[in-house]
């Protein structure tokens, strides 16, 4: 299942033009972070991707072969931690002035706590575990 998720995130990674939102939604252990890590390596990254549980919000930079792309950030949020005032604690970290800008590309782990928040053209992911099968639905 981990290998088909990576797959679908690289293969997503190569839709994207820059400024978008993906908030992924699911339970506990459904694929997101693994999504990630599969956009990230379809979007040059090199490095080891890891849920930023704790620090809330990492960010990398992008290394796309193609000259023509303007995408440069991958931000990567985590909202699993988070409780009380869940906006307040996002706004803070900034992120009203990193999502839609075209050389920005923002993953939201467990963005359904943030659903009010997020931008009118977000991508919702939704991950759903099915006895021994991984549904991913975008919508």
């Given at each position: 299942?981990?290998?088909?998720?990576?797959?679908?995130?690289?293969?997503?990674?190569?839709?994207?033009?820059?400024?978008?939102?993906?908030?992924?939604?699911?339970?506990?252990?459904?694929?997101?972070?693994?999504f990630?890590?599969?956009?990230?390596?379809?979007?040059?990254?090199?490095?080891?991707?890891?849920?930023?549980?704790?620090?809330?919000?990492?960010?990398y930079?992008?290394?796309?072969?193609?000259?023509?792309?303007?995408?440069?950030?991958?931000?990567?949020l985590?909202?699993?931690?988070?409780?009380?005032?869940?906006?307040?604690?996002?706004?803070?970290?900034?992120i009203?002035?990193?999502?839609?800008?075209?050389?920005?590309?923002?993953?939201?782990?467990w963005?359904?706590?943030?659903?009010?928040?997020?931008?009118?053209?977000?991508?919702?992911?939704?991950?759903?575990?099915?006895?021994?099968?991984?549904?991913?639905?975008?919508?």
């Amino acid at each position: 299942m981990a290998k088909e998720t990576q797959e679908f995130g690289q293969n997503f990674a190569n839709k994207l033009k820059g400024g978008e939102t993906l908030a992924l939604i699911g339970d506990l252990g459904g694929g997101k972070t693994t999504f990630v890590q599969g956009l990230a390596q379809g979007l040059g990254i090199k490095e080891n991707i890891t849920s930023p549980t704790f620090i809330l919000m990492k960010e990398y930079d992008i290394k796309i072969k193609d000259q023509k792309s303007k995408i440069k950030n991958l931000y990567h949020l985590d909202l699993y931690r988070l409780e009380g005032d869940i906006e307040k604690e996002v706004k803070n970290l900034g992120i009203e002035d990193i999502w839609g800008k075209e050389e920005n590309i923002v993953v939201i782990e467990w963005a359904d706590k943030i659903e009010d928040m997020l931008p009118p053209h977000t991508i919702r992911i939704y991950f759903e575990e099915i006895g021994d099968e991984r549904k991913i639905m975008v919508k």
